[in-house]
């Protein structure tokens, strides 16, 4: 490791880094000791430029003093945001050592030397730079693992596509620069090319399947072993320069051993084989799911028939009764006993169906199983012998093509994702295929679209041959379709132009700016239209004064009652404003309305369709989900003035945060009316291509939150454009967590625990309730709790009711905030409390739900959708917030009702509604609360930044629920089912994991 001083927790930590960080924070960290020697220098202050996730940190010596500068905002106490080609805050010389790793290559090229300028000018003497240079080599590795990321994703590797927009730096012409500034230097390479794109892929891969543990392993082994598996000779990836006045040169030697290199490239390709085998046994553990399943369904098959027998014994006792009675007795027992048979044997018959579907279901796997179990022990054999195996297939290759193994590693990669969603027989098809030649690993990938854009080839099919019945619309409002242009090819402004020309709502009008174009197609297009239709309306402008500005430019020509927006390069459906138009015939009072949305490449193939929800202001804070297609009332548009310079890339959303500070009548339309065309450069096609759109979202919503006199941080979601809205607490209110238990103390202790130690909002107390425990050692436990503050245990000793019990647990506590929790959860992150706190003291905001895993990592609780799975259901169930449908898990959001499994609420508006509803006696009491809330004019709201594991039923067996429960919840939800706001009608609420609804 790079410190003696590091603790064996932080050297663990270190190790674990992926491997191409580590070995340059190694090289680095070795080369600052031995200057801080040569020196005499006890500590050394560092300035690390773009070190935000970087952890050289971890590799230096804790008495050293680290100074992080980067341009993107963050939490680390010792972080300096700003801009290091022009770093003002610090003045000459006030840094010992200047390092900046893989930061050169991102800055743009006329800016390069002012970055380095500044560097060794805050430096007392030695700057440290690393990164790639512009040599063929790398440039094609790059390329090679960009296009095998975007194979897997869809869209580019971020930073790869960046070095690529800025290009490489030119190795000699920062050699050229500090020879002619009078610095010296020395060069350290690191990363030999052929082990990096090794890793790469390979990372990503794994990535791709979620198998962090297997990748941890390999990374693990690699930062060990580095100077034993980095050759000294070849090409390498990196390049670090030692730059002094005085000619500092750090000494670094590999001890490169082949064998330990080729105990590496096996661990990779032995990691694929297990991965292999991994989702041979995933396989049986669904058919052992389904079998459980088939085993329920029986049981109440059972209770059914049994049900119907005693309805036989009853009317047989009719007999008993003397005559007169009997007669009166049956006629008033007669229908309700064939009213109980019909609906028993509709029951059955539902049973019946769902059984014959599941033997249907099991037999489609068994089958599957048998198919791949030929293949499956053949690849076994072949597993027993990995070494030799692959050491072999890996000569061959290189032998008969001559390839590079940059080459053969991508041809790798694709067979890894043929492998991943097609199964080994495809794949093993494929691969012999490659070995004779037959044709090439891209050609054998083909198009492989995921499941959702399958579905919606099928949905738009059935969308096409219906037979849609238009009417003529007594109100017709003039709608303005606003578009400025710039620069865009003719063919993509024509197609743009036509879709409004066949709309099948004729009283528009198509107002065009041109924004300064250079591009004589460009112009010539837009004067051919001019001629065309008199309802379409074009100004020129004399010089660029970009989106916004155009913009309005193009609103001053609009007359509309009502504006909607469309880009230069994309289309709408011809029965866009026809929808629009029939929502305003019958809600004329609307201000703002949304549609659904979907993609359009070069080739015209509709695909990525967001079915959104209705309006969900959470989400809109999150990220800006209405997007297209967006029409506004023109007097509320002029009243906020429209588009304003200086938000541009966000400008939309800063407009819609505006509209909305205005009204509250909007309205969601759930049809896909905007196709969103997918170009190079596009936000379509990667929403990181306008980077400044970022920072003009987090400007617009700080102004909106300020108007609103609501104080607030604005910080980055979990990507580009994605916002989390932080919420300031006012004083430190009480919270009081109620957790009902019986018996299960390990279980307990583990809820206890989390609480007590990941817990950073202190004032909070523990409510623990036990309701009929019975264990000596449970008893036990409680007892070492009573020198806790906050912790009060109570005993409530009657027949177990959910509702009834944290009802009465309520009374004795002392909270301003009620958060129901279950014993069988586990805190995951210090910020829970206060995230969920934060947002339950918002006056707008009843129930508040937490992000609720498995203890695998998958979503147990991200939501309840109404009519999911029959009554409701958990969406995203057993999938990673990273893979859910648009990652919708990933952002706070609205729902119709949250789970009470960790559920917080004011005590006031618990109290408003009348605490839970004792009609529920295991489960349904969470949703009906959360319905009363929605019902009392509350938002219900799920926050991702709450995380906790949840052991779903592990103290109560969901097989116990009673009847009544299910009965009533079914009456309760009725009005919802199906009708959820918060789900797009166009989704099935057949399964948890969303999928298109082909039944409509």
């Known amino acids: 490791m790079a410190s003696s001083g590091k603790s064996t927790e932080q050297q663990e930590q270190c190790l674990k880094i992926a491997a191409d960080i580590y070995s340059r924070n190694y090289i680095i960290s070795e080369a600052i000791k031995q200057y801080k020697k040569e020196k005499g220098l006890k500590t050394a202050k560092i300035l690390d430029v773009g070190g935000r996730g970087g952890r050289l940190e971890l590799f230096l010596d804790p008495e050293d003093e680290v100074v992080l500068l980067d341009i993107r905002p963050g939490e680390e106490a010792n972080l300096i945001v700003g801009d290091a080609t022009d770093m003002k805050m610090f003045k000459d010389k006030s840094f010992d050592i200047v390092t900046s790793g893989d930061v050169f290559e991102h800055i743009p090229a006329e800016r390069r030397e002012r970055f380095v300028s500044e560097c060794l000018r805050v430096s007392k003497d030695l700057m440290i730079l690393a990164g790639p240079f512009g040599t063929e080599g ?31 730096p030119v190795k000699k012409d920062l050699e050229d620069f500090l020879k002619k500034q009078g610095y010296k230097f020395s060069i350290i390479q690191s990363n030999n090319l052929e082990n990096w794109i090794i890793l790469q892929l390979f990372q990503y891969f794994t990535h791709l399947i979620t198998a962090y543990e297997n990748l941890e392993k ?18 390498f990836y990196r390049q670090i320069f030692f730059v002094s006045q005085k000619n500092f040169k750090p000494s670094f030697h590999y001890t490169y051993e082949r064998a330990v290199q080729n105990e590496f490239f096996a661990q990779v390709f032995t990691t694929i084989s297990e991965l292999y085998h991994g989702f041979s046994t995933e396989a049986h553990k669904v058919i052992k799911n389904k079998e459980e399943q088939i085993n329920g369904k029986e049981a109440i098959i059972q209770k059914l028939n049994a049900d119907l027998q005693f309805k036989d014994v009853e009317i047989n006792s009719l007999q008993d009764l003397p005559q007169n009675e009997k007669i009166t007795v049956q006629k008033e027992t007669q229908m309700l006993y064939e009213s109980t048979i019909q609906d028993l044997k509709r029951e059955i018959r539902g049973k019946d169906e769902f059984k014959r579907k ?11 199983i048998r198919g791949i179990e030929p293949d499956y022990m053949q690849f076994q054999e072949v597993r027993r012998s990995w070494f030799f195996v692959i050491y072999k297939i890996w000569r061959l290759i290189k032998r008969l093509f001559l390839r590079s193994p940059v080459s053969i590693l991508r041809d790798l990669g694709q067979g890894l994702v043929i492998l991943k969603k097609h199964g080994s027989y495809e794949c093993w098809r494929c691969f012999k295929n490659y070995l004779y030649g037959k044709s090439k690993a891209e050609s054998l990938l ?58 099948i709502y004729q009283n528009w009008e198509l107002c065009i700016h041109d924004d300064g174009s250079t591009k004589e197609e460009t112009l010539t297009c837009l004067r051919k239209w001019q001629e065309k239709d008199k309802r379409i309306k074009i100004s020129f402008g004399k010089r660029r004064q970009h989106i916004s500005l155009a913009s309005n430019a193009a609103l001053s020509l609009a007359k509309g009652e ?100 205005e009204t509250s009548r909007i309205l969601h339309i759930p049809k896909v009316l905007y196709h969103w065309r997918m170009l190079k450069g596009s ?25 609103k006199n609501i104080k607030v941080t604005v910080k980055q979601g979990f990507g580009s454009t994605n916002y989390k809205v932080a919420y300031k607490i006012q004083g430190t209110p009480k919270v009081s967590i109620i957790i009902p238990f019986k018996d299960q103390v390990t279980m307990l202790k583990k809820c206890v625990n989390s609480i007590l130690l990941k817990t950073k909002y202190e004032n909070y107390e523990i409510i623990l309730v036990s309701n009929n425990s019975k264990r000596k050692n449970t008893f036990d436990y409680l007892k070492t709790l009573e020198r806790k503050k906050n912790i009060k245990v109570l005993h409530h000793d009657v027949k177990f009711n959910f ?21 069988d959860t586990e805190v995951i992150n210090k910020d829970w409390l206060r995230e969920l706190l934060v947002n339950a003291s918002r006056k707008e905001v009843g129930a508040v739900g937490a992000k609720l895993l498995y203890p695998d990592g998958t979503i147990q609780h991200a939501g309840v959708i109404l009519g999911m799975t029959g009554l409701a259901g958990h969406i995203f169930a057993h999938q990673r917030a990273a893979e859910t449908y648009y990652r919708l898990a990933k952002f706070r959001r609205n729902y119709l009702a949250v789970t009470a499994a960790c559920l917080m609420v004011a005590r006031e508006k618990f109290n408003e509604i009348g605490g839970f509803n004792e009609k529920f006696t295991i489960c349904g009491n969470d949703v009906d609360l959360c319905l009363s809330l929605y019902e009392k004019g509350y938002l219900n709201v799920y926050t991702p930044y709450a995380k906790l594991y949840h052991h779903e039923s592990a103290t109560r067996d969901p097989n116990k629920i009673p009847k009544c429960d299910f009965d009533i919840s079914r009456q309760r939800y009725k009005p919802y089912l199906g009708k959820d706001p918060y789900y797009n009608p166009n989704l099935s609420l057949a399964k948890e994991i969303p999928a298109i609804n082909l039944d409509l």
């Open 358 to 368: 599941l033997d249907k279901l099991i037999a489609d796997k068994d089958n599957y």
């Open 138 to 168: 790398v440039a094609k590795a790059e390329k090679t693992a960009n296009e095998y990321f975007k194979k897997l994703t869809g869209v580019q590797h971020e930073w790869l596509r960046e070095h690529q927009e800025n290009t490489l």
């Open 218 to 235: 390999v990374f693990v082994f690699y930062n060990q072993n580095i100077q034993k598996i980095e050759p000294a000779q070849g090409m």
């Open 562 to 661: 009502f504006v909607t927006f469309l880009d230069h390069d994309d289309t709408l459906t011809s029965d866009a404003l026809y929808e629009v138009a029939q929502r305003l015939n019958k809600h004329p009072e609307l201000d703002l309305l949304y549609s659904d949305e979907d993609k359009v490449d070069e080739e015209e193939v509709l695909m990525d369709p967001f079915f959104k929800p209705d309006w969900s202001p959470d989400l809109f804070f999150s990220v800006n989900y209405l997007c297209h297609l967006v029409i506004v009332r023109k007097k509320i548009g002029d009243r906020v003035e429209w588009f304003r310079a200086g938000y541009e890339g966000a400008q939309d959303y800063d407009f819609l945060l505006r509209v909305i500070g």
């Open 683 to 707: 936000t379509a096609k990667d929403v990181s291509s306008k980077s400044y759109a970022h920072e003009a979202g987090v400007k617009a919503l700080k102004e909106y939150f300020n108007n």
């Open 446 to 503: 083909g198009e492989h679209t995921n499941a959702i854009n399958v579905q919606y080839q099928t949905y738009l099919t059935k969308q096409t041959n219906k037979e849609e019945a238009y009417h003529e619309l007594p109100y017709q409002p003039l709608i303005s379709v606003i578009m400025p242009v710039c620069n865009i090819q003719a063919k993509w402004l024509n197609k743009a132009i036509k879709s409004v020309l066949h709309q």
């Open 803 to 823: 509702a009834e019990l944290n009802n009465w647990a309520v009374k004795q506590t002392a909270g301003e905030y009620l958060l129901f929790l279950n014993n």
